[in-house]
């Protein structure tokens, strides 16, 4: 049981324990009084990058979030970063709120949802996207594939998709003390109805290797890169330590 979960619970048993106090026989507070379950992570980045771009001007962030979910699919969640698009520009923070349902087929996941970008100090960034995630597990590697479509791309780019595939492969040795890792690799693709850089589309690529740690810890050491011609775009390095919890 999750720490936020077992928290909702404490307080929920002293609400219910109320009226003892004043003379009233309680009913025994159930269980699980609030269905699905809480998950959250926080993560310190050397970068954050968004689809081969930098949003920190290649400076650290500092990201963190929180989940539930339910076992019948459905889901929901909120995740925040520090961000920094430019020196004149106001923008501090992303949030992001989405909803999904996601499910497996025997070896086989999906996952549909719906993610809204909201930028508190430059409102004409605001954005939904709508997405469609899936895999596949092959055993000594699971593959993915996904595609989505915003109807206000960042919310200055009118329609736009974004392909995105990508593999990851765990390493088959077996390493003492909670230790493991796994080879990622992705592939996406933008395209939108106005021109993003010098075009209206462009590809970005990534090769990472994914450490699990003891106590819930993960290291992500990444090499990012694009087709795209700009610094905020090109080649480099990212790690990333999170906590999940």
Same mark, same amino acid.
């Given at each position: 049981?999750?720490? =936020?979960?077992?928290?909702?619970?404490?307080?929920? /048993?002293? &609400?219910?324990?109320?009226?003892?106090?004043? !003379?009233?026989?309680?009913?025994?507070a159930p269980d699980d009084w609030f269905p699905g379950e809480f998950s959250?992570?926080?993560?310190?980045?050397?970068?954050?990058?968004?689809?081969?771009?930098?949003?920190?001007?290649?400076?650290?962030?500092?990201?963190?979030?929180?989940? $539930?979910?339910?076992?019948? !699919?459905?889901?929901? !969640? =909120?995740?925040?970063?520090? +961000?920094?698009?430019?020196?004149?520009?106001?923008?501090?923070?992303?949030?992001?709120?989405?909803? @999904?349902?996601?499910?497996?087929?025997?070896?086989?996941?999906?996952?549909?949802?719906?993610?809204?970008?909201? *930028?508190?100090?430059?409102?004409?960034?605001?954005?939904?996207?709508?997405?469609?995630?899936? @895999?596949?597990?092959? !055993?000594?590697?699971?593959?993915?594939?996904?595609?989505? $479509?915003?109807?206000?791309?960042?919310?200055?780019? %009118?329609?736009?998709? *974004?392909?995105?595939?990508?593999?990851?492969?765990?390493?088959?040795?077996?390493?003492?003390?909670?230790?493991?890792?796994?080879?990622?690799?992705?592939?996406?693709?933008?395209?939108?109805?106005?021109? +993003?850089?010098?075009?209206? %589309?462009?590809? %970005? $690529?990534?090769?990472?290797?994914?450490?699990?740690?003891?106590?819930?810890?993960?290291?992500?050491?990444?090499?990012?890169? &694009?087709? =795209?011609?700009?610094?905020?775009? %090109? /080649?480099?390095?990212?790690?990333?330590?999170?906590?999940?919890?």
């Open positions: 049981m999750t720490l =936020v979960r077992r928290t909702l619970l404490t307080l929920c /048993a002293l &609400t219910l324990a109320w009226p003892a106090l004043a !003379g009233d026989a309680p009913e025994p959250g992570n926080v993560t310190l980045i050397s970068d954050y990058i968004f689809r081969g771009v930098s949003q920190t001007r290649e400076s650290f962030a500092l990201q963190a979030g929180i989940d $539930w979910s339910h076992d019948s !699919g459905i889901y929901a !969640g =909120v995740w925040g970063s520090s +961000i920094s698009f430019a020196e004149e520009d106001n923008t501090f923070l992303e949030q992001d709120a989405y909803v @999904g349902y996601a499910g497996e087929i025997g070896k086989f996941s999906y996952d549909l949802a719906a993610i809204f970008f909201y *930028y508190p100090k430059e409102n004409d960034f605001n954005y939904w996207e709508f997405a469609l995630n899936t @895999g596949y597990d092959l !055993g000594f590697s699971a593959v993915s594939f996904g595609i989505l $479509w915003s109807p206000s791309y960042f919310g200055t780019l %009118d329609d736009g998709i *974004y392909v995105s595939t990508g593999v990851n492969v765990p390493f088959p040795i077996d390493i003492p003390y909670g230790f493991d890792l796994a080879l990622d690799v992705t592939f996406g693709y933008t395209k939108t109805d106005e021109v +993003i850089f010098t075009d209206d %589309d462009y590809i %970005d $690529w990534s090769v990472g290797l994914v450490v699990g740690l003891p106590k819930g810890f993960s290291l992500d050491l990444r090499y990012h890169d &694009t087709d =795209v011609q700009q610094d905020i775009a %090109d /080649a480099r390095f990212v790690g990333g330590l999170t906590f999940s919890f």
